[in-house]
């Protein structure tokens, strides 16, 4: 069997197999009136503890855990901004590779490629999303079904949903970009709408905010911005009581994120309710922020043929709807800008560096990476010191 990773990285004191265990947990200097967790309870037999200790199931165990990881420690902040860091430049080299002509699984390869070769990211934390053309409006594209197998064609907006793992912590950037690097009006207009949506959530993230509310900032400023190129016409505060910005926008503004790239924690005992109208019922938490959480700020902008349809045919909805551009864009596909913060005493942290104005020529020249996974692997013993218990 080959080593296990005990305490190098991953602080575990011991692993043992239930059949090695024997008698008591007494060799482990468990003091007496100790409860012991255990993940599975079968794999541990009452018989196996101590006079005084006490069993507790994977029920006990589950909700402790879950509500320690929605905080991060310095430790797993240091990670999860390698991570991205990695993940941002692998983004770059990505723009700075694609040709008109290319396959979207090509681009995924640049990807990949970079995140391992550069930062020592053997793995992704999910199934890498490069949409092309309508593919775009595709929420989860890249699947078995839709593996990234369309040509790239001259003019194609892209979407790239892409996110390095580095020592089991999540990165989840989206970038999205005209393919030949020149912006058409149209692409131009749902870009900036989707960047000032996230413009606008990023500059009022802080402690004691709720996500909810930057749920429908977000909309807000997206529906006003639509309404300002011609897509939408009536008034924004209607609009939203119709449920509009669901049409174009059919998930939650983002997530928790740290070991899962949709982090647990969202909805613990305790926690406010999910909640029930359009779009804010996509939301993976409702919760009030705290200072070091972590979450992805991700406004997107789809025209997706189905909600089209629906809102047309919608007597409330429909009248927003402006018909001759809502049909002019059909084909667009859509536009998401994915960026992963760290709540801070006084606002955010951005941990994604990747460009986001459109002078792409310029700002696309990135791709060095200053720190290197061995010099993080090497950061993360120094912090561990000799107790190793910089995690709690």
């Known amino acids: 069997m080959p080593q296990l990773p005990t305490s190098e990285l991953y602080i575990v004191d011991v692993i043992i197999h239930p059949s090695n265990m024997g008698g008591s947990m007494l060799p482990f200097n468990l003091r007496r009136d100790h409860n012991l967790y255990v993940a599975v309870l079968i794999?541990?037999?009452?018989?196996?503890?101590?006079?005084?200790?006490?069993?507790?199931?994977?029920?006990?165990?589950r909700k402790r855990h879950l509500k320690s990881r929605l905080i991060k420690t310095p430790l797993e902040i240091d990670v999860l901004r390698y991570a991205n860091k990695i993940s941002s430049d692998a983004h770059i080299q990505v723009m700075r590779k694609i040709r008109p002509g290319m396959m979207e699984y090509q681009c995924e390869s640049v990807f990949l490629n970079y995140c391992y070769t550069v930062g020592g990211c053997r793995h992704v934390?999910?199934?890498?999303?490069?949409?092309?053309?309508?593919?775009?409006?595709?929420?989860?594209?890249?699947?078995?079904?839709?593996?990234?197998?369309?040509?790239i064609n001259h003019g194609d907006m892209c979407l790239f949903d892409m996110g390095a793992s580095y020592c089991g912590y999540a990165s989840?950037?989206?970038?999205?970009?005209?393919?030949?690097?020149?912006?058409?009006?149209d692409q131009r207009n749902i870009y900036n709408a989707v960047l000032n949506a996230n413009t606008a959530v990023m500059e009022?993230?802080?402690?004691?905010?709720?996500?909810?509310?930057?749920?429908?900032?977000?909309?807000?400023?997206?529906?006003?911005?639509?309404r300002g190129h011609g897509v939408?016409?009536?008034?924004?505060?209607?609009?939203?009581?119709?449920?509009?910005?669901?049409?174009?926008?059919?998930?939650?503004?983002?997530?928790?994120?740290?070991?899962?790239?949709?982090?647990?924690?969202?909805?613990?005992?305790?926690?406010?309710?999910?909640?029930?109208?359009?779009?804010?019922?996509?939301?993976?938490?409702?919760?009030?922020?705290?200072?070091?959480?972590?979450?992805?700020?991700?406004?997107?902008?789809?025209?997706i043929d189905s909600q089209l349809d629906a809102a047309l045919a919608d007597p409330v909805q429909s009248k927003f709807l402006v018909r001759e551009e809502i049909e002019r864009l059909r084909n667009f596909g859509g536009v998401r800008i994915e960026d992963d913060i760290l709540v801070t005493a006084t606002g955010c942290e951005n941990l994604t560096k990747v460009p986001r104005n459109m002078c792409w020529g310029s700002d696309w020249g990135g791709g060095s990476t200053s720190i290197r996974s061995s010099e993080v692997g090497a950061r993360l013993k120094k912090r561990l010191g000799a107790t190793g218990r910089e995690w709690s």
């Open 172 to 185: 989840d950037i989206t970038c999205s970009f005209p393919a030949n690097g020149k912006f058409t009006p």
């Open 125 to 151: 934390a999910y199934t890498c999303i490069c949409g092309s053309g309508d593919n775009g409006s595709i929420l989860h594209y890249g699947h078995a079904g839709a593996p990234n197998n369309k040509p």
């Open 43 to 61: 794999h541990i037999p009452e018989h196996y503890c101590s006079s005084g200790e006490r069993l507790l199931g994977p029920q006990v165990m």
């Open 232 to 303: 939408l016409q009536g008034d924004v505060k209607e609009m939203l009581k119709a449920g509009l910005a669901a049409v174009f926008q059919p998930h939650g503004l983002g997530h928790l994120m740290g070991l899962d790239v949709h982090d647990v924690g969202g909805y613990l005992a305790g926690a406010p309710e999910r909640p029930t109208e359009p779009g804010l019922s996509k939301l993976r938490t409702a919760r009030v922020l705290e200072e070091g959480m972590v979450l992805t700020i991700e406004p997107g902008c789809y025209f």
């Open 204 to 226: 009022a993230v802080k402690p004691g905010v709720s996500w909810v509310e930057m749920h429908k900032l977000s909309n807000m400023v997206m529906l006003e911005e639509l």
